[in-house]
């Protein structure tokens, strides 16, 4: 009877000493530096939003904002990405210090209408999350400067490849954090990580 108490008791002791390492590492996570990933000055943006409203640097300055690349028709990665997105929005829907901007890499096809009617069939708005469409070039320089992948691919289904990654800023528009799209985890994480610069 005695062993079986003192087996129990061992049990809860790791049990208990699991629990706290775990806490633990969460805590670290929590509070792990977020750091700036741009060296150089970030460049300027001009893109129309799905309201036909003008979306430039001067709309995130400010604001905590996550940026990614995507297309409507995307086959792949596009749907699960925007699930994992609208919890960010939906979290964050009547923040104003927030901001969500999802650029358009298919320009030939997402004109204004077809963004306009993406976002009522997610049911969201802007400005709070713009999805935004221009010039191709300026969109795929604007990926390549913020370091993610978006390029016309023939052999990727849908035509275009490109990065999973919601690119998390901070007030001045420096990158502070990439997340994997496709992951809840991740986007949780990123949510964390909004709540951290947030209350900088």
């Given at each position: 009877?005695?062993?079986?108490?003192?087996?129990?008791?061992?049990?809860?002791?790791?049990?208990?000493?699991?629990?706290?390492?775990?806490?633990?590492?969460?805590?670290?996570?929590?509070?792990?530096?977020?750091?700036?990933?741009n060296q150089d000055p970030l460049?300027?943006?001009?893109?129309?939003?799905?309201?036909?409203?003008?979306?430039?640097?001067?709309?995130?300055?400010?604001?905590?904002?996550?940026?990614?690349?995507?297309?409507?028709?995307?086959?792949?990665?596009?749907?699960?990405?925007?699930?994992?997105?609208?919890?960010?929005?939906?979290?964050?829907?009547?923040?104003?210090?927030?901001?969500?901007?999802?650029?358009?890499?298919?320009?030939?096809?997402?004109?204004?209408?077809?963004?306009?009617?993406?976002?009522?069939?997610?049911?969201?708005?802007?400005?709070?999350?713009?999805?935004?469409?221009?010039?191709?070039?300026?969109?795929?320089?604007?990926?390549?400067?913020?370091?993610?992948?978006?390029?016309?691919?023939?052999?990727?289904?849908?035509?275009?490849?490109?990065?999973?990654?919601?690119?998390?800023?901070?007030?001045?528009?420096?990158?502070?954090?990439?997340?994997?799209g496709t992951s809840e985890e991740?986007?949780?994480?990123?949510?964390?990580?909004?709540?951290?610069?947030?209350?900088?």
């Open positions: 009877m005695k062993q079986r108490i003192t087996t129990g008791i061992v049990a809860l002791l790791i049990l208990g000493v699991a629990l706290t390492a775990c806490k633990s590492e969460e805590k670290k996570a929590d509070q792990a530096e977020l750091l700036v990933y460049p300027d943006f001009k893109f129309m939003n799905q309201d036909s409203q003008w979306v430039t640097q001067q709309e995130v300055m400010g604001k905590i904002h996550v940026m990614d690349f995507f297309f409507t028709s995307c086959p792949t990665i596009c749907p699960v990405m925007k699930a994992n997105m609208l919890t960010i929005y939906e979290k964050y829907a009547t923040d104003d210090r927030v901001i969500l901007v999802s650029h358009s890499i298919d320009t030939r096809h997402d004109s204004v209408p077809v963004l306009k009617a993406y976002a009522e069939r997610m049911g969201v708005t802007a400005p709070r999350w713009n999805f935004v469409t221009g010039d191709k070039d300026k969109i795929m320089g604007m990926a390549k400067s913020y370091m993610v992948t978006a390029m016309e691919d023939s052999t990727e289904a849908g035509g275009y490849a490109h990065s999973g990654a919601m690119i998390l800023f901070d007030r001045d528009h420096n990158i502070r954090g990439f997340f994997d991740e986007t949780k994480e990123l949510s964390v990580a909004m709540d951290r610069l947030l209350n900088e």
